[in-house]
């Protein structure tokens, strides 16, 4: 139960005394090297898949492959150029969202619930136009019974029709319900142009099944609900130590107009530098599909890989000083090497340059706003809650607003 009781501990624990492959049971191997979590990542020949989908219910190769590639259909209408608009509406719904005080006093508050609101709203408005609200809401409670779910050590297989797994399936099915209709009115609407019209009308999804429409659109809002939000959260409680890196922020914003296509680059570090030191996706898992071998090791078909973002991470060879919060790495392309908080090869995630774009001008947006302090009343360093996402544990932060911008 050592695993349970410290999991992060206990990852970082196997990497310091075992090294770069590590045998955690007779079917489940632990990946800590940077390179041998690309060989499995990025295979192209697919002899590592993930043999399971969003409802955690296990799935064939063959289904595995399937649905990686239609992934690919996700892909144009997420590329930077395509969403670098949705800033403008990031920033004026975060001054919203955090509004200033008659009195400008300082308060103190959790802003993951704001920034979860705020940038899940963006997202399912670049999804869905302005049915956006209808869909929020349904997707929000999937992934609540979900995340009840994935962060238990005690849940049982998803084919157990247990109390929580027929949550999850109600749960589902209400998604659908409201989902279903929004999808088959992009298909018969030719003149629809948001994001979820442009992927019904891709050529390789032509032929697609409704369940497998609605399934890689949900997947994919899934994946973008909490993760930007988790990501700026961590963003804020470092800035919150750092008035220094405030004010450089804060001076970027000022005098540097953003270009079209562009993301400011001192605002791109910070989060980059969150997600490495609190990768909110802290754990991937693949499944052997063939024999082969890694690292010198033969496995068999079935065998499970687990390779941890938050280990690698803090690999001493891959980051130098990897436990500080150094922004400047960044200035150096070689850091990407090392970053898998987006994941890898036929899974990176297609979201990454929407999730930039957005968590980027909700940083800028707030820092050009207020002022950021620890919160006072928070004697506890900075910890981790790695059950399902990597989130902050009571992440209160001091908000002051500035006087003059």
Do not use: K
Request: charged content about 20%.
């Amino acid at each position: 139960m050592a695993y349970e009781e410290d999991r992060l501990g206990f990852l970082l624990g196997l990497r310091e005394r075992y090294g770069a492959i590590v045998a955690f049971d007779d079917r489940t191997t632990i990946v800590n090297d940077v390179d041998l979590a690309h060989e499995v990542l990025t295979n192209r020949q697919r002899a590592f898949a993930i043999l399971g989908n969003f409802r955690s219910e296990r799935v064939t190769v063959r289904q595995a492959g399937a649905a990686a590639e239609a992934l690919t259909a996700l892909g144009p209408g997420l590329r930077r150029t395509a969403v670098t608009h949705l800033g403008p509406q990031t920033s004026r719904l975060i001054e919203q969202a955090f509004p200033r005080t008659t009195t400008n006093a300082a308060m103190a508050l959790d802003p993951l619930p704001r920034l979860e609101d705020v940038l899940t709203r963006v997202t399912y408005g670049h999804y869905f136009g302005d049915d956006w609200s209808t869909v929020q809401p349904v997707v929000g409670r999937l992934l609540a019974r979900l995340a009840a779910v994935f962060g238990s050590p005690f849940a049982l297989p998803s084919f157990l029709p247990t109390p929580s797994r027929l949550r999850i399936r109600f749960a589902y099915r209400a998604a659908r319900a409201v989902i279903d209709p929004l999808i088959e009115t992009r298909r018969r609407t030719p003149e629809a142009d948001d994001y979820v019209a442009q992927v019904v009308r891709r050529q390789q999804l032509a032929h697609a099944t409704p369940d497998r429409l609605a399934d890689l659109v949900i997947g994919s809002m899934l994946a973008a609900h909490r993760i930007p939000a988790i990501g700026v959260a961590w963003a804020l409680l470092e800035l919150a130590h750092r008035p220094g890196l405030q004010e450089d922020l804060l001076a970027e914003s000022l005098e540097r107009p953003q270009a079209p296509g562009s993301l400011s680059p001192l605002a791109l570090a910070v989060i980059l530098e969150a997600l490495r030191l609190h990768p909110p996706t802290w754990i991937l898992n693949r499944t052997v599909t063939e024999a082969t071998v890694l690292g010198g090791y033969e496995l068999a078909p079935g065998h499970r890989l687990i390779i941890s973002p938050y280990v690698i991470h803090r690999d001493p060879a891959v980051f130098e000083n990897p436990s500080a919060f150094d922004v400047d790495r960044w200035q150096h392309r070689s850091a990407m090497r090392g970053f898998l908080g987006f994941g890898r090869g036929l899974h990176l995630c297609p979201g990454q340059h929407l999730g930039l774009a957005t968590m980027t001008s909700a940083l800028s947006a707030i820092i050009r706003n207020w002022h950021l302090e620890p919160d006072p009343t928070s004697r506890s360093p900075l910890s981790e809650d790695p059950r399902s996402s990597l989130v902050p544990v009571r992440p209160a932060v001091r908000f002051s607003a500035r006087h003059s911008r």
